[in-house]
């Protein structure tokens, strides 16, 4: 019987990999929404997570236990979603990448602010594309874990996960950070509500002090005199408009800039020239933090 249930599991989690990878709207016809569901529930009530960093979480003044999931299904009116989830009493809402990458708009900026006292906001930390959100103090931090990476589907930007807790340790970033395995966390509001939930009742609530003020740019933030940027289409093109908004944000008292790569638009070498030429006209350390990497090259063992 057990190796039944086990033969089930690994089916559906192969259904499900085929599908986050490459979906079709034929396969998306035999049950593709109720087979996910399915997985979802059985793995994220099940799965094991680990704790990398854990400054603790803060207390907040909501004592609901709603935790909501934003999914990539709901659109890209992220006022909207995010008034109808605080409304809601919400005591903790996940972010997926869209969302997380609009808190560093003017807008999405200004929202973190009216977020800060009334929810926890977890963030699913699964590329390099993530890398400003770690100067913008999320609560939660959940890396879907695949052969110590954290790796996107299809974005060639996986980060080390080595890498992500050196940072938030020479940073002092105040997010707990934690582990989870990678097919355990589909993007499914079923297993990031689960996954999410138990997280957040396993961590011992602590009164901090904050002075929340965070500093953004587009795709890039400021915390504790470091600078986190991801160089996407847009910056890899124009490195004048990544140094115009670089000054906006301000470089006086930083420390060191790290850099995350979509790898699409860049190769290693760009990665490692783009770094260099910052580095000697800001005279400033700067780090690349990422690899070409997604879910399957990691997978299947390709660098």
């Known amino acids: 019987m057990r190796k039944k249930v086990y033969l089930v599991i690994i089916l559906i989690a192969f259904y499900t990999a085929i599908m986050i990878n490459y979906p079709s709207p034929w396969i998306k016809s035999l049950g593709y929404q109720q087979g996910l569901n399915l997985y979802a529930y059985m793995v994220s009530t099940r ?19 709603l935790v909501r999931a934003v999914t990539p ?10 008034d109808k989830h605080l409304a ?11 969302l997380d990458t609009w808190h560093s708009s003017p807008v999405g900026l200004q929202y973190l ?33 695949l052969a110590g990476y954290a790796v996107h ?4 930007d996986g980060v080390k996960i080595e890498t992500i807790e050196k940072m938030a340790q020479e940073c002092c970033i105040p997010s707990i950070i934690v ?25 011992l609530r602590q009164e901090i002090e904050e002075d929340f003020k965070p500093m953004a740019r587009p795709r890039m933030s400021k915390y504790n005199g470091f600078i986190f940027a991801y160089i996407d289409q847009n910056y890899c093109k124009n ?31 760009q990665a490692i020239y783009y770094c260099q030429q910052l580095e000697k ?10 690899q070409p990497v997604k879910v399957m090259n990691v997978f299947w063992g390709g660098k």
Not at 153 to 156: E, H, I, M, V, W
Not at 189 to 197: C, F, G, K, V
Request: one cysteine or more; hydrophobic letters at 35%.
């Open 47 to 65: 799965s094991s997570y680990s704790f990398i960093f854990n400054p603790g979480l803060r207390k907040i003044n909501n004592h609901e236990e």
């Open 73 to 82: 299904e709901e659109g890209h009116n992220f006022p909207s979603i995010i």
């Open 88 to 98: 809601g009493g919400s005591n903790c809402i996940i972010e997926c990448s869209q």
């Open 113 to 145: 602010r009216e977020m800060r006292t009334r929810t926890y906001r977890a963030i699913i930390f699964d590329g390099g594309h993530h890398l400003p959100s770690l100067g913008l103090s999320p609560d939660i931090i959940i890396i879907p874990r």
């Open 153 to 156: 589907s299809y974005t060639l």
């Open 179 to 203: 582990t989870v395995p990678r097919m355990a966390l589909v993007k499914n509001q079923i297993a990031m509500e689960n996954i999410t939930s138990r997280i957040v009742n396993s961590c």
């Open 239 to 269: 490195p004048d408009l990544f140094n115009k908004r670089l000054g906006e944000l301000g470089v006086n008292g930083v420390r060191k800039i790290y850099l995350a790569f979509d790898f699409k638009y860049s190769s290693k070498q």
């Open 281 to 290: 006209n800001l005279q400033l350390p700067v780090e690349c933090v990422n």
